[in-house]
Structure formats: structure tokens, C-alpha cells
């Protein structure tokens, strides 16, 4: 489907312009092809509250001025909305709001309380995101825990612009890296009863095996000791696998990360699903056979040579795997599919799209957000992050460091596609040098507002937000009140990063009001008015809060 990025308060202004735009056609008598109108927030405050560059589109379809049309469009402008029309530069249109409309945003978001924000923006979509779904061969790491909260916050976005997302995590517990468990915590089982074992260079050694294997011992005793290699090998695999789950379950939840749906690769294998996905291929003409392998033609869609899905020794390659997996995520009637890869992936983007059309979708269904590599700096080192080895911090590790809310800010707040290094020594600073930090002592100073108001407090429905008039309160005003565009652009873009940084601006916007306007006055009308203020401003705050999975609490 195609997304509409536009809100209801952008939609009046496009509207607005749209209707003066086709004014000026009618009366040159011109019919020509023009993009759909944009208008966007200016960065500079002086720019007004909404920008747009629809004179200078206008002016090379016409061989006009472009000035001089951003005039014309101002003269045929009709918007209540708007305070002030100014034309700048080679033409843009520069608008700014009456304060009637910003001061009415106060009672609706008192209204709307958690629900300011939410929209029917993604119109019910059915999306599956799809994220983490590492081996379950070990504990997550740091570099893990940045495509869970990108995941967990993105579907979080979209779950409040009027997505239907559900949460998925692949499970791969098939193939050669499951095996490599059940060998490694078998071989640290059979040291704990003082076998002497020399680990091969490929095992897993951390030291999360060998407490996997004194579990293992807990539950079998000697029993494997007398058992044939393979079988109790076996036993140890789906024993280890199984361990690894809960782990990784555990450290998601503690991170603040539930999935609706843990989906195993086995099943593909064990249902015949791989196989049935495969010879559908196979009927299209998408397979052919060459060196005794069967390969997907996945040239004809895109890709810069065809992949082998069956080997020639009759095992399925990852590929084919993935074939089936995504054809049966659409056969459950998801609408639009999300997967959240690691920076190693990116090659991996062009095949599976050419699955998606092979399939008989178009290949946008499928939806890629790769994440860049995380470096974790510990007093400006590098830390390194083998699983096999053990030499790595985990998501544990880093909660038990830096806390759940931290965490999950510092990797909200950079676009996905940045390299991101976390600095340890900034998360765990107490000051406002700490992004989340900032934010959240907004939120206690004024859980502290409301606490002194006291009594007043009561009457705060009385309060008339028109008595707000200050440079501070009207910049505070049009933030609250842009909050769900925020929301809607976030979602579209797939961005958590915007909402990061628009939870710093809010809180910025709220210490400056803080730090240059006494909310308690003897003047009651003036400070019930800007109670109003503090309230729709906490409002906000926890619903973006609460969208990052960060706690808004109530003293620092």
C-alpha cells in the first residue's frame, strides 16, 4: 500500500494549499501533472511553524517565478488555522499558527490522556515484525540487544499510528550450530565427572556451557555416561537448546521485550514445508538442476546470481529454510512483513525479495531494516564479542550496568543505519550530560510541580490555556502538539530515532519553561493555566516514555 505521511493538522494545511495551488492552474488554464503538496517543520523557530517548496515545483512545471507564484498561492490561501503567511528565500512558504489552535491541543491532550498520539494512521495493516531471532546457542550480547529494542520500540510506533504488528522471533534450531551445543555442553559434561576433554576450536566455550552441563548433570546423573555417544549427545543437544531459550525468553523480558510469537525452523523441516515450498518454485519454472544441486533463479528477480536451495547432497541450504518460513508468514495473512537484520546481512536482501515476487507478491511486502554494528567502548576500549570464546558482555551484563532504561534509550536514539558506539561511562552518568537522564528528571520536576500545587490541583480543568502566551509556553505548546505527527513520521520512516530525539526536545523545551516560568503565582488563573501546561506535558512525556520502553519516574 502507499503511505500517506501527512497528519490531520498537516492534512488542513496540504489541503489549504492544494486548493490554492489548483486555483492558479485554473486561472492560467494549465493541466499538468504535480507531485502531491508537502509541507515540513522548518528547523529554524524563525521559519515559521510549517514550511513548503510547492511554489518552486510549481514554478518548473510553469517556466514561472517562483517567488513570485509562493505569492500568488498566499493570496489564494484560505486556512483559519494560520496567523502568519511570509514568502522567504527562492520561494518557499513559510506558515505559522494561530495560538487559538495550539491552546485548544491542551484540553485535547488532557482528553486523550495515554491515548494522545495514537491514530488510524496504518489504516489496520496486518504487519509481522520480525527481529532478533539469533542462534540460540548462547546468551545475547550488546550487539544482539540493539535490533531487539529497534524491533520492540518500531512495532511500538506502528502499534500506536494503527498498525496490527505482531512480534516474531525465528527460532534456528536446526542445522550444524545446534549440533555444536549438544557436542560442546556434552564434552563439559563429561569434564565434570573428570574426563580430560580438549574443546575443538569451533565449540562454544563460554562459560554459560559449562553451567548448561552441571544443569545437565543435575538432571541425568551418570546416565549418559552409559549411554551410545550419538544418543546421549542428543539427549545433551535438545537439553542445551532448550536452556538457551529460556535464557534468551528471560533476558528479552528483562529488557522489556515480550514477543507474541516464537516460531521454530524445525517445524519447516519436520511438516515438509521446505519441501512443499521448493516444488512450488519448482512449478513456476523458479528452480532448476545443475551439479546435482537445485537452484533458485533468483536473477530473474533482481539478484546478481541464482542460489542453491538443495545441495547435491539432498540437505536444504538456509535458503531454502527461509523460502518456507516467509511463505508461511504470508499464509497466515500478514499484510506486510518486517525483518530487522544485523549489518552482516545486507547481502542477504536482494535473494529473499526475489523469493517474495517468486512467490507471487510484489517484493515490497517484504520490509528490511538492517542495523549497523555497535562497538562497546569500556574507558575508550573496544570489547570484544566472540560467542564461541565466551570473551563477550551480555544483555545482562548491561542491564545489570547500566539499567533497563538507559539501554534502551542509547540504542533508540541513533538511526539504524550508523554505526553506533556506546559509551558505558555516558549512560551511567547521573547529570543531564545523560540524554535519558534529562528526559526523565523533566518528568520528575514535574511530578514535583504537581506535588506543591497541592490542592489547586483539583481545579485544573478550570484552567484557560489561552493565558499562555510567553515565548517558552507557545514553543512548549507546539511541541505537545506535534507529537502525533511525530508518531505518524516515525512510523512510516520505521525510525525510533525520531522518537528519541523528540522525547529530548520535549524535555528540553520543558526545563526551559521550567527554569523561566514560575508555574505557581499568586495570580490563580495564570497558574491554574499553566498547571494545564504541566499536565498535558506530562501526559506526553509518558506516552513517549512508555513508546521507548523507558520509565517516567517520579523523583530522581
Known sequence: MSYNPV??????????????????????????????????????????DYASNLAMVMAGKLGENPRQL????????????????????PGFINLTLNKSWLTAAVDKILAAGEDYGRTDYGQGEKVQLEFVSTNPTGPLHVGHSRGAVVGDVVANIMDRAGYDVKREYYINDAG?????????????????????????????????????????????????????????????????????????????????IVFDNWFSERTLHDEGKITAAVEELK?????????????????????????????????????????????????????????????????YIQRMKAVIEALGYDQDTLEIIIVQIVTLLREGEKVPMSKRSGEFVTMSDLLEEIGKDAARYFYSMRSTDSHFDFDLEL???????????????????????????????????????????????????????????ELKMAARRRACHLIASYAHELAGAFHVFYNKRRVITDDEELSLARLKLVEASKVVLRNVLEVLGVSAPDQM
Open 283 to 347: 512449478g513456476k519454472d523458479y528452480i532448476y538442476e545443475k551439479e546435482d544441486a537445485l537452484w533458485f533463479k533468483s536473477t530473474a528477480f533482481g539478484d546478481d546470481k541464482d542460489r542453491v536451495v538443495i545441495k547435491s547432497d539432498g540437505n536444504p541450504t538456509y535458503l531454502a529454510a527461509d523460502i518456507a518460513y516467509h511463505k508461511n508468514k504470508l499464509e497466515r495473512g500478514f499484510d506486510h512483513l518486517i525483518n530487522v537484520w544485523g549489518a552482516d546481512h545486507h547481502g
Open 427 to 485: 549512560a551511567k552518568k547521573q547529570s543531564t550530560e545523560n540524554p535519558v537522564y534529562y528526559i526523565q528528571y523533566a518528568h520528575a520536576r514535574i511530578m514535583s510541580i504537581k506535588e506543591k500545587a497541592g490542592e489547586i490541583q483539583a481545579d485544573i480543568a478550570e484552567g484557560d490555556a489561552s493565558l499562555l502566551k510567553t515565548e517558552e509556553e507557545i514553543d512548549l505548546l507546539k511541541l505537545l502538539a506535534r507529537y502525533p505527527e
Open 70 to 89: 509562493a505569492e500568488a498561492l498566499t493570496d489564494r490561501l484560505n486556512l483559519d488555522l494560520v496567523e502568519k503567511v511570509e514568502v522567504a528565500g
Open 176 to 256: 550444524n550450530q545446534i549440533d555444536l551445543l549438544g557436542k560442546s555442553t556434552y564434552w563439559r559434561y563429561l569434564e565434570l565427572f573428570g574426563q580430560e576433554i580438549e574443546m575443538p576450536e569451533n565449540s562454544y566455550k563460554g562459560d554459560y556451557i559449562i553451567e548448561v552441563a552441571r544443569e545437565l548433570r543435575a538432571k541425568y546423573g551418570e546416565e549418559l555416561l552409559h549411554k551410545d555417544e550419538g544418543e546421549a549427545m542428543e539427549l545433551a543437544r535438545e537439553f542445551a537448546l532448550n536452556e538457551m531459550l529460556e535464557l534468551i525468553q528471560a533476558e528479552l523480558e528483562n529488557f522489556g
Open 7 to 48: 497528519g490531520q493538522l498537516e492534512q488542513k494545511l496540504v489541503g489549504a494549499l492544494t486548493e490554492a495551488r489548483e486555483k492558479i492552474l485554473q486561472d492560467r488554464g494549465e493541466e499538468i501533472e504535480l507531485p502531491p503538496v508537502e509541507v515540513e517543520v522548518p528547523r529554524e523557530k524563525s521559519h515559521g
